[in-house]
């Protein structure tokens, strides 16, 4: 079984920085793509960005490109969410996701696993 809890989300003032970390219990972290989501009140859950196991291919929505960045560190089995020049349109909870497998996915019912979420918001 694996578990994940997301930490680092707070309050930040746009154009800030803040780095959102993902700790992942079990042994087959390194197999699975890890991916991160948000959802604003009264919004769909929407992609941000994944990570496959290897570490070596990332993808993220267009609208966190070049802002935002998906790492991982599998011997800490930790996936981190770098988030750059934020947003007032950033501001929702931020899930990190397991998917048991290597290829990429973007769609939130393809992931197996789920944290509890974090609280990111950005004031002007």
């Known amino acids: 079984q694996v578990q994940l809890v997301e930490s680092g989300g707070g309050l930040v003032q746009a154009g800030g920085s803040l780095r959102l970390s993902c700790a992942a219990s079990g042994r087959t972290f390194s197999s699975y793509t890890m991916g991160w989501f948000r959802q604003a009140p009264g919004k769909e859950r929407e992609f941000v960005a994944a990570i496959w196991g290897s570490g070596g291919s990332t993808n993220s929505a267009d609208s966190v490109k070049g802002r935002f960045t998906v790492s991982r560190d599998n011997a800490k089995n930790t996936v981190y969410l770098q988030m750059n020049i934020l947003k007032s349109e950033d501001t929702a909870v931020y899930y990190c996701?397991?998917?048991?497998?290597?290829?990429?996915?973007?769609?939130?019912?393809?992931?197996?696993?789920w944290g509890q979420g974090t609280q990111v918001t950005v004031f002007s």
């Open positions: 996701a397991g998917r048991g497998s290597v290829v990429y996915s973007r769609l939130p019912y393809e992931y197996d696993y």
